[in-house]
Nanobody, 120 residues
Framework: QVQLVESGGGSVQAGGSLRLSCVAY??????MGWFRQAPGKEREGVARITAGGFTKYSDSVKGRFTVSRDNAKNTLTLQMNNLKPEDTAMYYC?????????????????WGQGTQVTVS
Protein backbone atom coordinates (compact mmCIF):
# COMPACT_ATOMS: atom_id res chain seq x y z
CA GLN A 1 0.00 0.00 0.00
CA VAL A 2 1.26 3.46 -0.92
CA GLN A 3 0.01 6.48 0.99
CA LEU A 4 0.26 9.78 -0.87
CA VAL A 5 -0.10 13.19 0.75
CA GLU A 6 -0.28 16.38 -1.30
CA SER A 7 0.39 19.96 -0.22
CA GLY A 8 0.93 23.36 -1.76
CA GLY A 9 -2.42 24.25 -3.24
CA GLY A 10 -3.99 27.66 -2.83
CA SER A 11 -5.40 30.67 -4.60
CA VAL A 12 -3.49 32.73 -7.12
CA GLN A 13 -4.21 35.31 -9.78
CA ALA A 14 -3.94 34.44 -13.44
CA GLY A 15 -0.34 34.50 -14.58
CA GLY A 16 0.92 33.48 -11.17
CA SER A 17 2.69 30.34 -10.01
CA LEU A 18 2.16 27.57 -7.50
CA ARG A 19 4.21 24.55 -6.53
CA LEU A 20 2.52 21.34 -5.47
CA SER A 21 4.29 18.63 -3.50
CA CYS A 22 3.45 15.01 -2.81
CA VAL A 23 5.09 12.68 -0.33
CA ALA A 24 4.83 8.94 -0.91
CA TYR A 25 4.88 7.03 2.38
CA UNK A 26 6.20 3.86 0.82
CA UNK A 27 9.00 2.85 -1.43
CA UNK A 28 7.97 3.36 -5.02
CA UNK A 29 9.88 2.99 -8.23
CA UNK A 30 6.84 3.19 -10.45
CA UNK A 31 5.50 6.04 -12.50
CA MET A 32 3.85 8.84 -10.58
CA GLY A 33 1.56 11.49 -11.87
CA TRP A 34 -0.53 14.55 -11.22
CA PHE A 35 -4.19 14.65 -12.10
CA ARG A 36 -6.89 17.25 -11.69
CA GLN A 37 -10.63 17.39 -11.51
CA ALA A 38 -12.69 20.51 -11.96
CA PRO A 39 -16.31 20.68 -10.73
CA GLY A 40 -18.60 18.86 -13.11
CA LYS A 41 -15.74 17.45 -15.15
CA GLU A 42 -13.95 14.13 -15.29
CA ARG A 43 -10.57 13.65 -13.69
CA GLU A 44 -7.79 14.17 -16.21
CA GLY A 45 -4.08 13.47 -16.34
CA VAL A 46 -1.83 16.51 -16.21
CA ALA A 47 1.72 15.19 -15.97
CA ARG A 48 3.56 12.00 -15.18
CA ILE A 49 7.14 11.06 -14.52
CA THR A 50 8.79 7.67 -14.46
CA ALA A 51 11.34 6.65 -11.86
CA GLY A 52 13.96 7.31 -14.50
CA GLY A 53 12.76 10.86 -14.99
CA PHE A 54 10.91 10.56 -18.29
CA THR A 55 8.04 13.02 -18.38
CA LYS A 56 4.77 13.35 -20.21
CA TYR A 57 2.34 16.28 -20.14
CA SER A 58 -1.16 16.98 -21.32
CA ASP A 59 -1.36 19.47 -24.15
CA SER A 60 -3.19 21.94 -21.93
CA VAL A 61 -0.24 22.37 -19.55
CA LYS A 62 2.75 21.68 -21.77
CA GLY A 63 5.27 24.49 -21.50
CA ARG A 64 3.74 25.86 -18.30
CA PHE A 65 3.94 22.97 -15.82
CA THR A 66 7.00 20.97 -14.82
CA VAL A 67 6.89 17.67 -12.97
CA SER A 68 9.86 16.36 -11.03
CA ARG A 69 10.62 13.76 -8.40
CA ASP A 70 13.24 12.97 -5.80
CA ASN A 71 13.46 9.19 -5.54
CA ALA A 72 15.64 9.33 -2.44
CA LYS A 73 12.98 11.33 -0.59
CA ASN A 74 9.95 9.72 -2.30
CA THR A 75 8.63 13.13 -3.24
CA LEU A 76 6.88 14.38 -6.35
CA THR A 77 6.46 18.03 -7.27
CA LEU A 78 4.52 20.01 -9.85
CA GLN A 79 5.71 23.52 -10.63
CA MET A 80 2.87 25.44 -12.23
CA ASN A 81 3.64 28.70 -13.99
CA ASN A 82 1.52 31.12 -15.97
CA LEU A 83 -1.60 29.75 -14.35
CA LYS A 84 -4.94 30.29 -16.05
CA PRO A 85 -8.48 30.28 -14.63
CA GLU A 86 -9.10 27.00 -16.46
CA ASP A 87 -6.40 25.39 -14.32
CA THR A 88 -8.73 25.71 -11.33
CA ALA A 89 -9.35 22.21 -9.98
CA MET A 90 -8.60 19.74 -7.25
CA TYR A 91 -5.16 18.32 -7.96
CA TYR A 92 -4.28 14.75 -7.07
CA CYS A 93 -1.01 12.90 -6.80
CA UNK A 94 -1.10 9.29 -7.95
CA UNK A 95 1.15 6.28 -8.34
CA UNK A 96 0.76 3.26 -10.53
CA UNK A 97 2.19 -0.23 -10.10
CA UNK A 98 4.06 -0.25 -13.41
CA UNK A 99 7.39 1.32 -14.28
CA UNK A 100 5.78 3.19 -17.14
CA UNK A 101 2.23 4.47 -17.08
CA UNK A 102 0.60 7.11 -19.18
CA UNK A 103 -1.89 9.81 -18.25
CA UNK A 104 -4.93 7.60 -18.00
CA UNK A 105 -6.80 7.69 -14.72
CA UNK A 106 -7.44 3.94 -14.87
CA UNK A 107 -3.72 3.19 -15.01
CA UNK A 108 -3.13 4.46 -11.46
CA UNK A 109 -3.70 2.47 -8.30
CA UNK A 110 -2.90 4.83 -5.44
CA TRP A 111 -4.26 8.33 -4.90
CA GLY A 112 -3.75 11.19 -2.52
CA GLN A 113 -6.59 13.15 -0.97
CA GLY A 114 -6.12 16.13 -3.27
CA THR A 115 -5.20 19.79 -2.90
CA GLN A 116 -7.26 22.67 -4.25
CA VAL A 117 -5.86 25.11 -6.80
CA THR A 118 -7.92 28.20 -7.59
CA VAL A 119 -6.90 30.69 -10.26
CA SER A 120 -8.84 33.93 -10.58
Amino acid sequence: QVQLVESGGGSVQAGGSLRLSCVAYAYTRSSMGWFRQAPGKEREGVARITAGGFTKYSDSVKGRFTVSRDNAKNTLTLQMNNLKPEDTAMYYCAACRSFVCGLGVDEYNYWGQGTQVTVS
